[in-house]
């Protein structure tokens, strides 16, 4: 089972203003295990461009339909305010064409909420488009080069079997 962390101090070396407690010591130092899991899937032969842009687009999806995945808002030190971000990581996949549309097919099998990018979307140039290209094919034709989806852990981890972790 795949582990996210938040990088840590390094030993010997301290920042000013850090706690010197342990992890053991702070129970906020310990990474959070959340029940729910967002997971991009990328098509594993899409441009290095090309990955950056379908999980922005993906990840863009989740957030203004199922509110409960966004946190509270930031402010820096001088009250600087900035837009909430997702609470919990988002965990990028990826594999063959064969494996996006398996991945897809379970996603609707288990109704969780879910964003799609097709092959078609690189040619688009606004909304309007991108949704009429997705319109105009159906389904099981839809030629995928990601996914993104939300639900329990348990529910996304089958929606992926067989995806391999993004690297």
């Given at each position: ?78 009250d600087t305010p ?86």
């Amino acid at each position: 089972m795949q582990k996210t962390y938040k990088t840590g101090p390094r030993p010997g070396r301290q920042s000013q203003g850090m706690s010197t407690e342990t992890p053991a010591d702070n129970a906020a130092d310990r990474p959070a295990r959340f029940d729910t899991k967002i997971a991009v899937l990328l098509r594993d032969d899409l441009e290095t461009w090309q990955r950056l842009n379908v999980t922005a687009f993906l990840v863009s999806g989740l957030g203004t339909q199922v509110p409960e995945v966004v946190g509270e808002p930031y402010a820096d030190a001088d009250d600087t305010p900035y837009l909430p971000m997702f609470r919990q990581p988002v965990l990028v996949f990826e594999g063959g064409k064969e494996m996006l549309t398996k991945a897809h097919g379970r996603a609707l099998q288990r109704v969780l909420p879910r964003a799609v990018f097709t092959s078609d979307l690189f040619a688009t140039g606004n909304d309007t488009d991108n949704r009429a290209a997705v319109r105009a094919v159906a389904g099981a034709d839809l030629d995928l080069v990601g996914i993104a989806v939300y639900g329990p852990r348990n529910a996304v981890d089958k929606v992926l079997k067989g995806a391999r972790m993004h690297t």
